[in-house]
């Protein structure tokens, strides 16, 4: 998708280790989303951001924490990866939000 | 918070029929809904919205309709096409990105 990437695509990683998604902008907008998407569930936020170290949690963030350092970057981190955050990772940004939501490509985060 | 409930989760359609997906929302407050399409490996992307001040909004072959009363919005494709395949996505939020809920998606599946 133009002006969002998302990194890695897919990735398979080991039970209790950690692991960090990475989402790049380069529209410099000012809003930042992590969603989780699993099956019946469709997409449920994890973390959000309204400006350079400006965080706040969403409605499934335990297990999860972000930064945003720079206004282009916004982290993903897993501390400890267990079985039940395997899923497919989006990242979406906004200029003005809730309206215009574009998303990332996903990243598909396997934990075995 | 908002609960979102959108049917049906598959659909089936002749090519050239017409498709509709109904969601509900609980929170009276929400007052924004847009709806999504995902097509198979890509993010989600945006194809229309409608903020509650409105009854029904079109663009081309898609419209939505909104029912504040009843609490209930429809998504509503005509003359489909095998390119309108894909999962949809209903939300619903405030103008202010609280709870910004996703419905479970429903499957589309135009066939030639």
């Known amino acids: 998708d133009a002006g969002i990437t998302q990194s890695p695509r897919h990735k398979v990683t080991e039970t209790g280790t950690p692991v960090t998604l990475r989402c790049h902008q380069t529209?410099?907008?000012?809003?930042m989303y992590w969603y989780r998407q699993d099956p019946g569930h469709g997409l449920r936020l994890i973390h959000y951001s309204y400006g350079v170290k400006d965080t706040d949690k969403g409605e499934v963030s335990d297990g999860y924490s972000v930064s945003r350092s720079k206004t282009e970057d916004f982290l993903l981190t897993l501390e400890s990866a267990t079985s039940s955050q395997t899923s497919v990772y989006f990242c979406?940004?906004?200029?003005?939000?809730?309206?215009?939501?574009?998303f990332g490509s996903g990243t598909r985060l396997t934990v075995v | 918070g908002e609960n979102v409930e959108q049917h049906p989760s598959t659909l089936s359609v002749q090519e050239g029929d017409s498709a509709v997906i109904k969601c509900t929302y609980s929170?009276?407050?929400?007052?924004?809904f847009p709806w999504y399409k995902q097509e198979l490996g890509k993010g989600p992307q945006l194809i229309i919205d409608?903020?509650?001040?409105?009854g029904e909004k079109k663009d081309q072959r898609i419209a939505v309709t909104l029912n504040k009363t009843a609490k209930h919005f429809s998504l509503h494709i005509t003359e489909t096409q095998p390119e309108d395949s894909a999962v949809y996505f209903c939300?619903?939020?405030?103008?202010?990105?609280?709870?910004?809920?996703f419905g479970p998606g429903t499957r589309l599946s135009v066939l030639p």
């Open positions: 409608i903020r509650s001040n409105v």
């Open positions: 979406a940004i906004s200029e003005n939000s809730p309206y215009g939501y574009t």
């Open positions: 939300a619903a939020t405030t103008s202010y990105g609280q709870n910004f809920v």
């Open positions: 529209e410099n907008h000012r809003y």
């Open positions: 929170d009276s407050a929400s007052n924004y």
